[in-house]
């Protein structure tokens, strides 16, 4: 019995003394992440064109959830923009009305920002389940109909004040920039 034992030891320590004996490499393969098709959509027209995805156990709440952040994205690339557009008034005058102009063209530009962002559409909208978490994600491209800058620029020169001292295109110019500068910094 005592042999017996003494083998059954002998055979058990063999086989945990040589599994353990040598190490194994792993090798790390590098896996190319697709592009979903609503972020190829934004990237294409980054001045009117915003993504968001959001996951949850509830297909129409993380539906409901990307579009929220693909708006709150569009919100962020205009108020940049108007930031930018607005910052004419400073460099022109350095004087209380040119503050006071530039508060006017933001809070301006916010407004119709707004409003544009209320009148955006979806325009790609994807959905998966994942099953072993019990998820879905959902992906959702915004798009705002026209051009906002031409929005802000009409309305800035229908205001007197403001007017006087408006330059439309470099507006424009300054806005537009502003938009490309930071899509390619948040891209």
């Known amino acids: 019995m005592k042999k017996l034992l003494s083998v059954w030891i002998i055979v058990v320590g063999a086989v945990i003394l040589s599994s353990c004996g040598s190490s194994k490499t792993t090798t790390s393969k590098k896996v190319k992440v697709e592009q979903n098709e609503c972020e190829v959509l934004a990237l294409e027209a980054p001045e009117k064109r915003a993504y968001g995805t959001?996951?949850?156990?509830?297909?129409?709440?993380?539906?409901?959830?990307?579009?929220?952040?693909?708006?709150?994205?569009?919100?962020?690339?205009?108020?940049?923009?108007?930031?930018?557009?607005?910052?004419?008034?400073?460099?022109?005058?350095?004087?209380?009305?040119?503050?006071?102009?530039?508060g006017k063209v933001e809070q301006l530009g916010m407004v119709i920002a707004e409003n544009e962002l209320k009148n955006s559409r979806i325009v790609c909208s994807n959905a998966y389940e994942i099953p072993d978490r019990n998820l879905y994600e959902a992906h959702v491209c915004v798009e705002m109909p026209g051009n906002i800058a031409d929005k802000i620029a009409e309305k800035i020169s229908e205001d007197e004040k403001l007017r006087i001292d408006f330059d439309e295109a470099r507006f424009k110019k300054e806005f537009e920039a502003e938009l490309a500068k930071y899509k390619k910094e948040n891209q």
């Not at 996951?55 to 693909?70: E, G, I, M, P, R």
């Not at 108007?82 to 009305?97: H, I, L, P, W």
């Open 54 to 102: 959001a996951s949850s156990h509830k297909l129409q709440f993380a539906k409901d959830q990307a579009a929220v952040y693909a708006r709150m994205e569009l919100s962020r690339i205009v108020a940049a923009g108007v930031k930018a557009g607005s910052k004419v008034y400073d460099q022109q005058y350095e004087n209380q009305t040119a503050i006071e102009n530039k």
